[in-house]
């Protein structure tokens, strides 16, 4: 099996790569522009691997991604490249526009080009998986979970952004008869999260002695899932989904915002005691504006179709972070 992983470099790129190769044993070339967002440190573990193959180029230049399609000839790609990070998105949208929008038109169009080639099995077997956030549902009220069918609403420019491109995966399904699949997830943590994130930030302050900045009260509620748990979803969702649908990744593991600074905070005082608990270090500010209330996923659709479930709950995956 040959999958062309675009955004291999980053935090769920670099663990969809070393699950491609360590656990399942396929050859994949990863295509990343490294952004500030993009490590090889990441990818050690199969950098020397004669299975993992690395292109640096942006998703967006035409040229290099149809070299790397009629070059490696994958039998799969899997789209995570993107710009990720909701702060960013509001002091400079741009970024998002042409990565999550026009990057994801080229690399579609380019992925066309080279399906259409195709002979017939190669076309049979050819996957193309377009990975994506549940951000595109917007907020939910208390009782409610995002389902497949969930209206979009995005909030913010890198959740519009996300919403638009998996809207381009869609038509390009219905209108070209594309063998596309869609999925949502809810937020990851996990090793080698790039620390501008809530998890990986709080942990290297908490160890520094840092304050930890929590935004406003502290009761947004975000769905975690242990980004390897993530990356076998992925996997499976390209390997037997069905071509045209969405699926909802999600652990079940709704948590505030203050509740996982705090949970952190006691993890440490247990593995590297302080003088003064951590949780004192926690100072709330000023809030981000459309800052979304609560996410939470209904992920039955996966666990019932495709068999998949979580396995690390979100005690075991944050001592595995930490
Ligand atoms: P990340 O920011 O850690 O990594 C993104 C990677 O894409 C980086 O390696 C970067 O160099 C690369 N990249 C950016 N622009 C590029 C371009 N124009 N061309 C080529 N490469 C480019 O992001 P992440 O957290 O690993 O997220 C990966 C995907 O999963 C994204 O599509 C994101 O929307 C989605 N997602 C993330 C989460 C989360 O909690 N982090 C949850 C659900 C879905």
Redesign the pocket.
């Known amino acids: 099996m040959r999958v062309l992983v ?10 969809v790569v070393r699950h491609l190769i360590i656990d399942k044993g396929y050859d994949v070339l990863n ?9 090889l440190t990441s990818l050690l573990p199969v950098a020397n691997n004669p299975s993992y193959r690395f292109v640096r ?5 035409r040229r290099a991604i149809s070299e790397a399609f009629s070059t490696f000839r994958p039998d799969r790609v899997m ?7 909701v702060d960013r998105s509001i002091t400079g949208a741009r ?1 998002f526009i ?3 929008v026009l ?1 994801t038109f080229n690399l579609l169009e380019c992925a066309r080009a080279y399906w259409q080639s195709m002979e017939d099995e190669g076309k049979r077997r050819f996957r193309f998986l377009h ?5 595109v549902y917007g907020s939910l009220a208390d009782d409610q979970l995002f389902s497949e069918e969930t209206r979009y609403d995005p909030s913010s420019p ?1 959740s519009a952004s ?1 919403a638009a491109s998996d809207h381009l995966a869609k038509a390009w399904a219905r209108t070209y008869g594309m063998p596309i699949l869609v999925s ?6 996990g090793p080698y ?2 620390p501008e ?1 809530l998890i990986p930030l709080t942990i290297l302050n908490a160890l520094e002695g840092k304050p930890l900045s929590i935004y406003g009260d502290g009761t947004n509620i975000r769905d975690w ?1 242990f980004v390897k748990d ?1 990356a076998r979803a992925l996997d499976l969702i390209a390997e037997r989904g069905r071509i045209g649908e969405t699926y909802n ?1 999600g652990g079940r593991n709704e948590r505030r915002n203050v509740d996982v600074v705090r949970s952190i905070c006691a993890a440490l005082d247990g593995l590297v005691p302080a003088r003064r608990p951590r949780e004192e270090l926690i100072r709330f500010v000023e809030d981000r504006p459309g800052h979304d209330l609560r996410y939470a996923i209904d992920a039955t659709k996966l666990e019932e179709e495709l068999g998949w479930e979580a396995e690390d709950s979100f005690e075991s995956g944050i001592e595995k972070t930490i």
């Not at 180029?57 to 230049?61: H, L, P």
């Not at 949502?184 to 943590?189: A, E, G, L, V």
């Open positions: 675009t955004g291999g470099a980053g935090f769920i790129g670099s663990a295509v990343d522009k490294l952004t500030y967002a993009g490590t180029a942006d998703i967006s230049d789209h995570l490249a993107a710009e990720s990070h970024d042409e990565t999550n990057g990975v994506s956030t549940d951000e890198y996300k949502n997830c809810s937020n990851n943590y999260h790039f994130k899932l993530h990744v």
